[in-house]
């Protein structure tokens, strides 16, 4: 069993950052890939970044390289990503997932132009 909890969300001004965390508990953190992904209402969940167990190699989904950058401390059982050059297309709800179909409540990420 794994539960995640997502954190950090907001409003912010184009080209303004936001930093999102997702802290997990339940089964060893260290061991598993983490991923964010995100949701427009009515659309379906798309995957925005993963990173491997030891933080050593991440994937970015074409629209965020550049501007979006995951990363992990399993220390502190918590995978992050942030933002930066926001733009209102990245107005989305982010979830972070776990193996196993495990997700997050979300949180509400809204970009103003």
């Known amino acids: 069993q794994v539960q995640l909890v997502e954190s950090g969300g907001g409003l912010v001004q184009a080209g303004g950052s936001l930093r999102l965390s997702c802290a997990a508990s339940?089964?060893?953190?260290?061991?598993?890939?983490m991923g964010w992904f995100r949701q427009a209402p009515g659309k379906e969940r798309e995957w925005v970044a993963s990173?491997?167990?030891?933080?050593?190699?991440?994937y970015y989904t074409d629209s965020v390289k550049g501007r979006f950058t995951i990363s992990r401390d399993n220390a502190k059982r918590t995978v992050y990503l942030q933002m930066n050059n926001l733009k209102p297309e990245d107005t989305r709800v982010y979830f972070c997932?776990?193996?196993?179909?495990?997700w997050g409540q979300g949180t509400q990420v809204t970009v103003s132009s």
């Open positions: 339940g089964r060893t953190f260290s061991s598993y890939v």
């Open positions: 990173i491997n167990w030891s933080g050593t190699t991440t």
């Open positions: 997932g776990a193996p196993g179909g495990y």
